[in-house]
């Protein structure tokens, strides 16, 4: 009887060997290190240390950053492996961090081009941030960037400001074809004059060249840098002026 019993308790030992190598083998998750369940809606989050993990931890982390990576690395279900999730997770942090610096440098050329203006003469009405959150956007950022009102006039102009680091062959794009679209419809509806003041080169606080250019003259997304010459300020340092007869900024 004894016998007996020790044969039943080694086949039921044999089968839930057997029973558990095949769980484990359906189950590769559990074979991963580095890989840890958590209770959000992000599924499997690595809790292995990337090359860049240093700025995405908690202190250090804009929500934006957050918010894109989780995006990236989260699954339905499916378990990615670690160079995927690795290369995933580099690639959007390399677009978000891309994104931002664009952003910064938009923003000091907005500052450079803010200060040419004497408030002796004119007064910023309006300065459109590009605050958004999950695609969501007022309206009013896709507006030019400054407005300025004249003092002791009615007249109100709208200026977008664009700043690249240098021409391609001989051109430059300074817009996409929906924007300009934008502009000119702001411009129809508003009954506001538009001028693109555009930076070449040097760094955004302090750019090479400048260019005031009416809206009106701007047909197209790009422009080639004899057409623009038209407009080149000869003295990037001084202050702009507006000549009231002619409605031309210089």
């Given amino acids: 009887m004894k016998n007996m019993t020790a044969y039943i308790l080694i086949i039921l030992g044999i089968i839930s060997t057997v029973v558990g190598l095949i769980l484990l ?14 209770k959000s809606n992000t599924g499997v989050i690595p809790s292995s ?3 860049t993990d240093s700025i995405l931890r908690e202190g250090n982390q804009t929500l934006k950053e957050r918010v894109v990576v989780e995006e990236q690395i989260s699954f339905d279900g499916e378990v990615k492996t670690p160079a995927k999730s ?8 390399s677009k978000v961090l891309s994104k931002e610096n664009a952003e910064e440098k938009g923003y000091s050329f907005e500052k450079y081009v803010v200060s040419k203006f004497n408030r002796s003469f004119f007064k910023l009405l309006e300065w459109q941030g590009d605050k958004y ?17 004249l003092q002791g006039r009615e007249e109100m102009l709208a200026i977008e400001c664009k700043w690249r680091s240098g021409f391609n062959n001989g051109k430059v794009e300074w817009t996409n074809d929906q924007q300009l679209k934008r502009y000119n419809k702001y ?24 260019y005031a250019i009416p809206l009106r003259s701007m047909k197209y997304s790009f422009a080639a840098k004899d057409y ?7 003295d990037g340092s001084s202050n702009f002026y507006y000549d009231v007869k002619e409605k031309f900024l210089k």
Avoid: C, W
């Avoid at 959150?133 to 009102?149: C, R």
């Fill in 187 to 210: 411009m129809v509806e508003k009954k506001v004059r538009v001028f693109i003041v555009l930076g070449i080169g040097g760094e955004p606080s302090q750019p090479d060249e400048v």
């Fill in 133 to 149: 959150h999950n695609g969501i956007y007022a309206e009013s950022t896709q507006n030019p960037d400054l407005i300025f009102g």
């Fill in 25 to 38: 083998n359906k189950n590769p998750a559990a074979q991963m290190t580095g890989y840890t369940k958590t």
């Fill in 86 to 93: 690795h290369r995933n997770f580099d690639a959007t942090l």
């Fill in 49 to 51: 240390t990337f090359g």
């Fill in 228 to 234: 623009l010459q038209h407009f080149k300020r000869l």
